[in-house]
């Protein structure tokens, strides 16, 4: 529905039936909203409680606001689309001078959101270039409730960036969020965040966009006036630059992991060895104080502080120890005073290395004023004021660094940009996936499963990683010896398994743009290749054509990856297509400097030309048989600077662009990773299979695990997360099993792609059996709930329910160094410490990993274990059932999900029946309870598969099958009572 050209004659109508009443409805008998068409606001009210959940909220573009029209107008009218049937009403906010605002809101019949999407109609004589549309602004949160009780807020961030619980109404979050609050008797959640995605990044702000700002305002440094402020990690420059403003000379943007300390804290820019901090239009006849915060991630660091103006330097602070964070420290902050002499002569501070990695700083301030000698150049812990919950308000927006241009006399609606909106779903739990499923139908997703694991080559022969027994080389020779490798362990019995390729060169020409075998055959990994014994080009003969390679690869029953770098340049590209690149210059010069691509932009994903020779290039790549592929640094994709051929595109556009034509050249059933550890935003899904969580790293964290955790309901749904390369002979604890099955366990439940650092040449048969437990990945839209989420700081307890009597349960003790207690109320709430299994049933549990009965339990039990350092508990939660029934297998972790089939009691013939996938050569044990019933015997259907019995106690049975080839077959067990 668009009724954006809507015409002057009806518009003038619909005035007239509205603005007597001033007062506009629609629900759908689960959720209400009410439009106050006179003030320009709505709010959102559960029908059920009566509980209003928005209010005083309002619809925005630029800084177009629907509070300030002259008039508004509506329709309402019935809808029907791939959500279902319902009704959505249009309201137009007008105001002379300016463009229309349309908005639309829908509701569907029995689904508790609200999907809302919004435009302009432009009659004004101008283009506008929108970029930013925002359906729920400065909306203020649940009339009349404490929503300080137990509050908990989970940011949407997709890719590298950061995903923790907040216990304060402050995040500005890319894609969405979830807010909970309440008690076990009286909770409710919120989410919202973005529905579709087209041409623009969503993000989900709680409280001001700018609150450290606005705290640093309201809460001055005794009688200082502060006049600029920069989040240096967020902003390369002070926005304002008429007032006193700050640059930096150097530096990288990064952010600290972990929720201690505030966000800007976190947010740092980096150097080796020095940053300066250049104070700009400081006025001659004002005192200034300048404020520098900064951090430590580990307790390395010690910075020098200097002051340099004209032909001085002056030493401010030596060998300052940096807190840290990771010993629960909070940020400091330093205040220098700047003499008057110094400000017309552009001062700077210089921030020196004087111990540890680098050097770091998270904000710098600029006051007005005189502080006392005493406060001056020495540390202070940096003081938030305490959260502010009654005035916590909801803006759900779209951006884009350059816009959607909308000519004059035209209009434009974000139909593929839509946003989603329940406040009436209270468990976290459900309401979150709600919002995934919702987000993957609109989105149109068809996820491509993982269902194997991948070898990448850089990491297998990267010393510091895999590497570290050089057993492959990264080049088409070296990724089909490892095929090779890999089939002779017998790892193929279990799955197939991928075999990545990633062709890096980092010299000015490489083979980026290009992507074509000549310049594969070119080039090689640069600068890193003698380290790693790599010899020069990454396709060597006799498999030196994509095709070759892929094949090769395919026939010895692997999947072939390749490696691109996204849109970092190739200088003789550049030279030779400057119509390819942005603003059509071979060398467009700005002011930002990148490692990668130094002071020029890149390619230009919206010109024609160069979108045909990428069609091309996946001709040839899927011809060949490639099958999937990663994008490396795809920050470099976004055309923040302009100069796109297409005026009407936005950044956020082009960058979509991207992956779709990796997708439709290689094919829909094709694996396309996007490594996007800068940007965090969900544009790309539909085209991507994976995201990447995590930078380099061949371990498993704490951290990593919580982060694919907290985004469990998008897991598998809309995208499959990738927590980078893990090394089997790496894991902790070290000393045990505990660690390797930790890192399954928790790369499986967690994360839904698993990226070997190994060489298969460093494994043993030990590995192989190891990593057989977690193959095949499931295939279908579900991951496992974080069932302590909403209740600590710390997810610790993970379940999925697999059918109506049968759970995955998942405990997991993060600290390596000692055991830890873990506990579930087993009858309680999904995401408020309980498994949400039924108060008045019996239920069996089954340990995976230590292949033990751990016990019988009420459903109104709480089930504590003490898991030993680095444990990580897989368990089968099972109803209790009057005769035999399966407990688990020792096949898959899962125990029984995907390797048993039609599991059944037949009570006439007294016989437990189903079929088992059985792996070649290798004994199944299934773990039968009896119940009170006597085993009899077993029979199979092939006379090549052997069956036996192993009794483990008066209560528990192991049937064991065995085939000589392998597949499914058929078992049947007899029973007496």
């Known amino acids: 529905m668009n009724k954006l050209l809507l015409g002057l004659i009806f518009t003038i109508l619909l005035c007239a039936s509205c603005t007597n009443r001033g007062m506009v409805a629609i629900d759908n008998g689960i959720v209400k909203l009410e439009f106050d068409l006179k003030q320009g606001t709505y709010k959102g009210i559960d029908m059920e409680t009566g509980q209003t959940c928005i209010y005083d909220a309002s619809w925005r573009v630029n800084d177009f606001l629907s509070t300030d029209a002259d008039s508004i107008y509506y329709q309402i009218e019935a809808i029907q689309d791939s959500l279902g049937k319902g009704q959505s009403i249009q309201v137009v906010s007008v105001k002379k001078g300016q463009p229309d605002l349309v908005f639309n809101f829908n509701l569907y019949d029995q689904e508790p959101f609200v999907i809302m999407y919004g435009g302009i109609r432009n009659g004004t004589s101008e283009g506008i270039q929108i970029k930013e549309i925002s359906p729920v602004a400065n909306a203020r949160l649940f009339y009349g409730a404490d929503i300080s009780k137990n509050f908990k807020l989970i940011d949407g961030e997709g890719g590298g960036c950061p995903t923790y619980i907040r216990e304060t109404p402050s995040l500005l979050s890319q894609n969405n969020m979830i807010l909970h609050f309440g008690t076990d008797d009286d909770f409710h959640t919120l989410v919202g965040g973005g529905a579709s995605y087209g041409e623009f990044a969503k993000y989900a702000l709680i409280g001001e966009k700018e609150q450290r700002k606005a705290d640093l305002k309201e809460h001055p440094v005794e009688d200082l006036q502060l006049v600029s402020y920069i989040d240096v990690g967020e902003e390369a420059v002070g926005t304002d630059t008429v007032q006193p403003y700050i640059t930096l000379s150097s530096g990288a943007p990064y952010k600290f992991e972990g929720n201690i300390a505030y966000k800007e804290a976190r947010t740092v820019v980096w150097a080796d060895r020095e940053i300066g901090v250049k104070l700009h239009n400081l006025d001659k006849d004002k005192s200034y104080i300048v404020g520098l915060s900064w951090c430590d991630d580990a307790d390395r660091r010690k910075q020098t502080v200097h002051l340099k103006y004209g032909d001085k330097e002056i030493t401010c602070i030596e060998d300052c120890r940096l807190p840290s964070l990771a010993k629960g420290e909070n940020a400091q902050i330093i205040y220098f005073e700047i003499p008057a002499a110094a400000n017309e002569l552009e001062p700077q501070l210089l921030v020196k290395q004087a111990g540890g990695d680098n050097v770091v700083i998270s904000e710098v301030l600029i006051y007005e004023g005189k502080l006392p000698e005493e406060r001056l150049n020495k540390p202070e812990t940096v003081e938030i004021p305490a959260a502010d919950f009654t005035r916590c308000t909801l803006n759900l927006y779209a951006s884009d660094v350059i816009g959607k241009l909308v000519d004059a006399k035209s209009g434009y609606m974000t139909e593929k940009d839509r946003f989603y909106l329940d406040f009436v779903t209270a468990n976290p739990i459900y309401s979150a996936e709600k919002y995934a499923q919702t987000l993957r139908i609109l989105q149109q997703i068809n996820l491509n499963y993982y269902y194997f694991p991948t070898i990448c080559m850089w990491y297998a022969m990267m010393p510091i990683y895999g590497g570290n027994i050089v057993m492959g080389t990264n080049d088409t020779v070296g990724a089909v010896e490892e095929m090779k490798r890999v089939k002779l362990s017998g790892f193929l019995k279990y799955t197939t398994m991928g075999i990545r390729l990633v062709p890096d060169c980092y010299d000015e020409n490489n083979e980026n743009g290009w992507w074509d075998d000549e310049h594969w ?164 899904l539909g085209y991507v299979a994976s995201q990447r969580t995590w930078g380099d790293t061949d371990v498993i964290t704490p951290e990593m695990v919580a982060r694919s955790g907290l985004r469990w309901y998008k897991n598998r749904v809309v995208v499959n997360y990738d ?155 099972r ?93 049947k067990f007899s029973f007496k009572k």
């Open 879 to 971: 109803e209790v059932e009057s005769n035999p029934q399966v407990l688990s297998t020792d096949r898959h972790l899962l125990q029984g999900l995907l390797e048993l089939s039609e599991v059944f009691w037949n009570e006439e013939t007294k016989e437990l029946t189903g079929y088992a996938e059985l792996v070649e050569g290798e004994s199944m044990h299934i773990t039968i309870a009896t119940n009170g019933w006597q085993p009899q015997h077993c029979t199979v259907a092939d006379n090549e598969v052997a069956c036996s019995l192993e009794n483990n106690s008066e209560n528990l049975v192991k049937l064991v099958l065995k085939s000589t080839h392998g597949g499914k077959v058929s078992w």
């Open 723 to 877: 927590m980078d390369a893990k090394n089997l002979l790496k894991a902790q604890p070290a000393d045990s099993e505990d660690g390797i099955n930790k890192l399954l366990t928790m790369s499986y439940v967690t994360a839904s792609r698993l990226l070997l650092a190994n060489s298969f040449g460093t494994l043993d048969a030990e590995h192989v059996y190891k990593l057989s437990r977690i193959y095949p990945f499931h295939q279908f839209a579900r991951s496992a709930r974080p069932l302590d989420a909403f209740t600590t700081d710390y997810p610790r307890v993970y379940g999925m329910k697999l059918t109506d009597k049968w759970s995955s349960l998942t405990f997991f003790n993060e600290d390596e160094e000692h055991p830890q207690k873990i506990s579930i109320k087993l009858s309680g709430i999904e995401g408020r410490g309980g498994a949400g299994l039924h108060p008045d049933k019996q239920y069996y549990i089954y340990d995976f990993w230590n292949d033990k009965l751990i016990g019988t339990f009420g459903g109104n039990e709480t089930l504590e274990q003490e898991l030993r350092k680095g444990e990580a508990r897989q368990m089968a939660v």
């Open 521 to 684: 055959r070119l080039r090689g990994s640069g600068p890193q290749g003698e380290s790693m014994k790599l010899k020069s080009g990454h396709y060597r003969a006799p498999y030196d054509t994509s095709r070759k390679w892929a094949q090769a690869i395919l026939d010895l029953g692997g999947l072939p990856f390749t490696y691109f770098q996204t849109a970092v340049r190739s200088k003789d590209y550049a030279e030779a297509y400057p119509q390819h690149m942005l603003f059509n210059e071979s060398f467009h010069e700005i002011d930002t400097f990148d490692w990668l691509n130094k002071n020029y932009t890149t390619y230009d994903f919206t010109d024609i030309g160069f979108l045909a020779h990428m069609r091309d290039v996946y001709h040839n790549l899927n011809d060949a048989g490639i099958v999937g592929m990663m994008f490396d640094y795809p920050y470099t994709g976004w055309p923040v600077y302009g100069g796109m051929d297409d005026k009407y595109s936005t950044a956020a556009g082009a960058y979509r662009t991207i992956f779709k034509l990796a997708s439709e050249g290689l094919g829909n059933k094709a694996y396309i990773h996007e490594r996007n550890l800068k940007y965090g935003s969900d544009i790309a």
